[in-house]
T-cell receptor
Framework: AQSVSQHNHHVILSEAASLELGCNYS??????LFWYVQYPGQHLQLLLK??????LVKGIKGFEAEFIKSKFSFNLRKPSVQWSDTAEYFC???????????FGKGNQVVVIP | GAVVSQHPSRVICKSGTSVKIECRSL??????MFWYRQFPKQSLMLMAT?????????EQGVEKDKFLINHASLTLSTLTVTSAHPEDSSFYIC???????????????FGPGTRLTVL
């Protein structure tokens, strides 16, 4: 079964700072990788996903993530955060062709104006 | 994108009672839906896969008789927490894969969640 680890559950930073959230997974086969975001009071929304091809994936709202297969990582980045990026971010993985998602514990990101 | 709704958004019940949570795909058909449970400051834990027209598939450690799942139609799955106890208090979230021609396989649309509090 897949497992996902996210570190630094709480992240506090100022507007315009750069953000990087780490995600590591454990699974021996081909995987699909996702980052979901949950804004306060809202449901989970897909930020970006990696299925195959270019390991650098660009998502919505200026986010990007890089899949490094050798490190089993899929870190999320944003060069300059805004107050509106305050949310909880979840990394998730599933085995290729299998919709059953495994989630990390999430990162609570607070951006101070 | 496709929309998944849940009802109710919050429910408080007494210990020993049963609670039904609905998950609906509003503008697409979903032969498969997923139910997750989220504890405070924890990740989402997949509980079961709801299959339209057949029995649900439960993850290891999830009690089938405790968490009854019925996929009544192509747009509705229900989760019933039977004989609820305080330890069942949690945030329950459902999801459904997008319709064909949507964002592709292996992505999911999530409902807003249901906060269950058992007194």
């Amino acid at each position: 079964a897949q497992s996902v680890s996210q570190h630094n559950h709480h992240v506090i930073l100022s507007e315009a700072a750069s953000l990087e959230l780490g995600c590591n997974y454990s699974y021996g086969g081909t995987v699909n990788l996702f980052w979901y975001v949950q804004y306060p009071g809202q449901h989970l929304q897909l930020l970006l996903k990696y299925f195959s091809g270019d390991p650098l994936v660009k998502g919505i709202k200026g986010f990007e993530a890089e899949f490094i297969k050798s490190k089993f990582s899929f870190n999320l980045r944003k060069p300059s955060v805004q107050w509106s990026d305050t949310a909880e971010y979840f990394c998730a993985v599933n085995a290729y062709g299998n919709n059953r998602l495994a989630f990390g514990k999430g990162n609570q990101v607070v951006v101070i104006p | 994108g496709a929309v998944v709704s849940q009802h109710p958004s919050r429910v408080i019940c007494k210990s020993g009672t049963s609670v039904k949570i609905e998950c609906r795909s509003l503008d697409f058909q979903a032969t498969t839906m997923f139910w997750y449970r989220q504890f405070p400051k924890q990740s989402l834990m997949l509980m079961a896969t709801s299959n339209e027209g057949s029995k649900a598939t439960y993850e290891q450690g999830v009690e089938k008789d405790k968490f009854l799942i019925n996929h009544a139609s192509l747009t509705l799955s229900t989760l019933t927490v039977t004989s609820a106890h305080p330890e069942d208090s949690s945030f329950y979230i459902c999801s459904a894969p997008p319709p064909l021609g949507g964002e592709g396989i292996d992505t999911q649309y999530f409902g807003p969640g249901t906060r269950l509090t058992v007194l």
